[in-house]
């Protein structure tokens, strides 16, 4: 029985996640990579993303809450694993028990891990964190100090192995930032005053995806890109994907819903912001702002039809939203592309971050969890597995 088709898909080329991958090795020929698939590998979907990111040759992979993390290991995902955004009470033991590596920003942490592992029985992998001038999660340099201390005493003690040292940058994607010198110049002081404590760890690392790109001295042992894996430029700044050596890997597609005519005068959705100029011809596109479209791009947002680049006509809604045809007609069903790499003359999610007053990183994050992730090119085919031996 044939399937009912969606009415709103978002195609994820796994293929192109592979690519991007070998590219970011590419930059960072010397360093290790983490492919970071927090928030749901940026709304891509994290476990088939994570597998082929491994593929391609990432060696780690990284999320944001110990959560995301034990999904991982409870879909049999291997190799290192990281996660960094802890509160207290987590679920320190869980992690300790499935093998990730914890970050520790702050004394607190530190005890709770210790005793989490205590408690397990098993020495806890733990990565130390450095605020050096983000200014968001970390340990302040003053305290740094204290922090190893304690941690090499744990260490001593069998209750945690220090596997790591790392920081974020602030403004990796503002090329030439003097942040960006700035933080560098900490972030060796503070390894070399750990190092010299008497920490060996495994990794040393601040890059993310901005930095993996355009900052080489910044790659130490580990690179961490993020929205990069996925084919999304850091910025606009930066380039586009494609001057990066790098193709996103989503394409949100919707079936137009219904196609009528409509008079000269006529109100278009909530507020009646949008007036038909003239009789024409309007399409519902059954996609809204319950499924990620933003609704700070009405009026603005950008969709291929029928061939031609339309826009989005008055207000987004909450599950779906009208653009003027301009008089062609269309069938029921046809395809609405809103954003996708670009080949065809669609969209991109840079040009829906443009006119939502917003970055492409929460273009793709917010895509909800109703409209449903179809995966291309699920296994490497024996070109991709040629490709610099990297595909697994």
Known sequence: MNETPPRVRAEIDLAAVRANVRALRARAPRAALMAVVKADAYGHGMVPCARAAQQAGAAWLGTATPQEALALRAADVGGPVMCWLWTPGGPWREAVEADVDVSVSGMWALREVVAAARAAGRTARIQLKADTGLGRNGCQPADWPEL????????????????????????????????????????????????????????????????????????????????????????????????????????????????????????????????????????????????????????????LVGGKRRTVAGRVAMDQFVIDLGGDLLEPGAEAVLFGPGDRGEPTAEDWAQAADTIAYEIVTRIGSRVPRVYLNERPDERERGANGAAQ
Request: hydrophobic residues 40%.
């Open 148 to 303: 190893v201390q304690h941690a090499r005493a744990a260490e001593a003690e069998g209750a945690v192995r220090v596997t790591g040292l790392w920081s974020h940058f602030a403004c990796a994607d503002e090329p030439g930032h003097p942040s960006i010198a700035a933080q560098l110049a900490v972030f060796q002081e503070l390894v070399a005053y750990a190092e010299k404590e008497g920490v060996d760890p495994e990794v040393r690392h601040i890059a993310n995806s901005p930095a993996t790109l355009t900052v080489p001295e910044s790659h130490f042992d580990l690179v961490r890109p993020g929205i990069a894996v996925y084919g999304v430029s850091p910025s606009p700044e930066l380039g586009t994907p494609a001057a990066l050596g790098l193709r996103p890997a989503m394409s949100l597609i919707a079936s137009v819903a219904l196609v009528k005519r409509a008079p000269e005068g006529h109100g278009v959705s909530y507020g009646h912001h949008y007036v038909t100029p003239t009789e024409t011809t309007l399409g519902l596109v059954p996609a809204g702002y319950a499924d990620g479209i933003p609704r700070h791009a009405s009026g603005r947002g950008p969709v």
